[in-house]
């Protein structure tokens, strides 16, 4: 079985910056990993995916992601933070093996941006 | 760019009632999706269908049913709503076929049973 563990649920730090949301995944295949991000009161936006090409993933808003296979992890960086990126963060797995693509998700982390 | 619409943002219901939450994708998806997001808790999965009349339960199917009669729609039902059911409900689409396909959310809706 999958499953998705976000280390911490609540991250702050100031503007300007880096920013790190930690997601470690449990998979017994290959897996295809995502960040979503949600800002209030709306649904979930893709970031960005890891779907076994290159292991460092660039997504939309300056953030990327490192796969790691030998630390099962997927952690979301982006070197300086700013106000509109404070929301909620959400690392989700699935794997080649289900057609359906149904994602498994993390609890979510929210992220403070402090001025 | 896909557009999931879910017809009601915000909804306060009375227990007891039955419910219908309704999503409408517009890319031809074959896959959709209905997920439940709590706080501390992330998205799960209620309910998802691969193809017109076809459905499986997820993680958390006790409560709730699913209709898809048409390929763009797929409704979520709350037979008899109770408190526990007060939630954030959001619909997904993505298409099927290649592992990793990404799946477009909608803007969710807020249920509280009341």
């Known amino acids: 079985a999958q499953s998705v563990t976000q280390l911490g649920s609540h991250v702050s730090v100031s503007e300007g910056a880096l920013v790190l949301l930690r997601c470690n995944y449990s998979?017994?295949?290959?897996?295809?990993l995502f960040w979503y991000v949600q800002y209030p009161n709306q649904g979930l936006q893709l970031l960005l995916k890891?779907?076994?090409?290159?292991?460092l993933v660039k997504g939309i808003n300056g953030f990327e992601a490192e796969f790691k296979k030998s630390e099962t992890s997927f952690h979301l960086t982006k070197p300086s933070a700013h106000m509109s990126d404070a929301a909620e963060y959400f690392c989700a797995v699935t794997t080649g093996s289900s057609n359906t693509g149904k994602l498994i998700f993390g609890q979510g982390t929210t992220l403070q941006v402090k001025p | 760019d896909v557009k999931v619409t879910q017809s009601s943002r915000y909804l306060v219901k009375r227990t007891g009632e039955k419910v219908f939450l309704e999503c409408v994708q517009d890319?031809?998806?074959?896959?959709m999706f209905w997920y439940r997001q709590d706080p501390g808790l992330g998205l799960r999965l209620i309910y998802f269908?691969?193809?017109?009349?076809?459905?499986e339960k997820g993680d958390i199917p006790e409560g709730y049913s699913v209709s898809r009669e048409k390929k763009e729609r797929f409704s979520l039902i709350l037979e008899s709503a109770s408190t526990n059911q007060t939630s954030m409900y959001l619909c997904?689409?993505?298409?099927?076929?290649?592992?990793?396909?990404?799946?477009?959310f909608g803007e969710g809706s807020w249920l509280t049973v009341v």
């Open positions: 997904a689409s993505s298409s099927s076929g290649t592992p990793g396909n990404t799946i477009y």
């Open positions: 269908s691969y193809d017109v009349k076809m459905k």
């Open positions: 998979s017994s295949v290959p897996p295809y």
């Open positions: 890319m031809d998806h074959e896959n």
């Open positions: 890891y779907t076994s090409a290159a292991t």
